[in-house]
């Protein structure tokens, strides 16, 4: 009875496996979406892979796809690791995928050096590796609107404009791991040109949520801003200590992964007065995101959890990642003139982005980010930032667009490319004019 | 019927004593190194080489270097991971500082740095036992993540933290970086966990492996048998260690291409331990059938929803899968608790018997 019951089983596997169905119709485009909606930052990834799938499902219901052509999201689920975003990545090129926005640093640092032999380009939007943004060392990765150097040299504007910066000293606490890492150089650099001190605090990845020590040292060292480069459970934390030692909350600015709904929901009216960077526009004034509800979260095709969440800070920077990559597939459809663009023509594509503010308003997004206008040379497109602060239930935009230093950062950028070139005696670079 | 001895006389002790005295098991491995080194490569796909094929054979080399020291010598270790770190860190500073070096060349060489840094952390299992043990080497596995992320010279400071694989070739072929293809890569790695499973069996039922096996099944006995624990402990550590090392630096260079800390975090020891404890605690087949559970089946579980044409969720598809394997480990240990490897010796005695088995067991 029971072998009969497994080849019963076996037999209908078989079947199964033997009709396989067309995926993928004849006019239709594959984007592969690299999510994680499993693991212990899975708070983070699914609003950002929700955004993400929303937007593409809303062109294919609006507008019939991009030019007429229907994008297929596949998703691919990551859980953060390396390993499997490896596979993933490894699984679905194949499939004619346009582009890959890996959404962590360590899968970007792998997909980096295949994008070039496979002709895909890597989208690092706002992550990854900073000198990506070297579009002369780096033809085949992008990391719109802005790098993490960017970033950090536009929230050392904000402070030098609120109450000047020179002579103050500045508390660093950032995760110990490459990717909190990354900007120090940066800070070093700008303390001597712009005269403050800077005090370092690192987490451990293990200390996440374990943070008294850590703020235990602020306190001695008594710094007069603090600027927070965390991620997952340690930003909660991090905000919550801050409190406890009555740290002004309202001279603590987080980056904009420091800076999401899911961070704050979980301090709520303690982290009052708390400052993040942030990129993407909040909430659901826009008119991309009214379509989006309307055609696809109340018809039922979103895997959103409700309609509240759409429009949070996640959600809508997992959608801007996808109209970057809608607005550079349209972009190489123009200049080729095909209907269906490959991996290389999207690399064309996305380094002739041009998003300036008409064109943010076609697409029903007015004021939601600065201009973003990519260059052969230039793969960070020179976006704005502006600071949010959390009013207790919710994020508040409270500065105008403070645009990077290109001055300072330009040429480091250019340097670290030249350095993470320099042992790759065959990488590929490309010459701009 | 098929499988069985009879008649198969032995003449000398050279052949008595042989790895594989049965014929029928030399056959076995015979097909099997032949589906390796030429049906896999002439047949299979990019994907399967590349993201079953070679992390299948990355985990069982690891899994081998822990089941010695684990499973043979007795001495339970969480370091592992920390292990391979020191393997793929070692390997990328011989390869960068000395790039001309034959990068198959760096890759076993990086392994006797991961021993000698496993032999310094041995060094404790002479005083401690058991659970002791393991948290002293849980110990030696934070203390290298440390070094991993504070020691810039290591990942020869650049800002990314990460060590990045650099492109190497042997004969004009690249063996390492992005464009070294799957199938170079694959028989690079298939060649060297052949070649070092090969070895370790051999040591492991020679003199060398017997006393690590007299330390574990009693260790004052053994001492009072002329087994010094000094040696034996701290060469079981070295053992261990250089195959857990090589793993490592076959990792990053033939897999992954770039490596943060992360990926030799504790999890990735734990990943490793529950390949020797599935596969089997002191079998060299263990680890293999322990890394293809662990690793091979997941992907797929993970393949099979769209392969019969069901739109599920791929967190779904996860979230089933991590259950699914979850489940089934307990499901093995509870029914076998001596792993995958003392199953395929059920089967195999079984075989011998069939088709008229004369005990009823």
Redesign the interface.
Known sequence: MKRNTLTLLAAG?IA??S???V?QAEDSMYMPSM?Y??GPFAGGGTPFADGYADYFNMLNERDGGINGVKIVVD???T?YN??KG??CY??TK?NGALAYSPLS??IT??LI??A??DQIPVFSMGYG???AAAGEQFPWAFVYPASYWSQLSSILKYIDSNGGIEGKKIGFIYL???YG??PI?LLDQLSESMGFSVAKFPVG??EMQNQGSQWLNVRKERPDWMIMWGWGAMNPTAIKEAAKIRFPLDRFIGNWWAGSHSDLKAVGESGKGYLAANFSGIGQDFGAVQDILKYVVNEGKS?VGSPDDVGNVLYNRGMFNAVVLAEAIKVAQDTTGKTIIDGADMRDGLEAINLDQARLTELGLEGFTGDVQGSCSDHEGNGSIFIQQWSGSDWEKISDLIPPMTDVVRPMLEE?AE??VS????WKGQACS | MLYREAGQFKTSYAADQAMLPILQDRIGILVILLVAFVGIPVFATDFFMGSIMIPFLVFALAAVGLNILTGYAGQLSLGTGAFMGVGAYSCYKITTLFPDTNIIIAILLSGVFSAIIGVIFGLPSLRIKGLYLAITTLAAQFFLEWCFIRIGWLYNYNDSGAIEVPQRKIFDIAVTGASATPMVRYLVIVSIVAVLSLVAANVLRGRIGRSWMMIRDMDIAAELMGIRPLYAKLSAFAFSSYYCGVAGALMVFMWLGSAEVEAFDINHSFLVLFMVIIGGMGSILGCFLGAAFIWVLPIVMRGLPSLMGLDILAATTEHITNIVIGVLIIFFLIVEPHGLARLWQIGKEKLRSWPFPYASS
């Open positions: 596997v199964a496996s009709w396989i169905p995926a999510t909606r499993t998703e691919c689920e859980a390396t390993q490896v596979e490894e699984s194949g640093t360590g640092l792998a050096p295949k070039p032999v590796l900073s000198a110990d791991v490459g890492k990354e150089p990845v293990k895997k670290a350095s993470y042992d790759k005696p065959d």
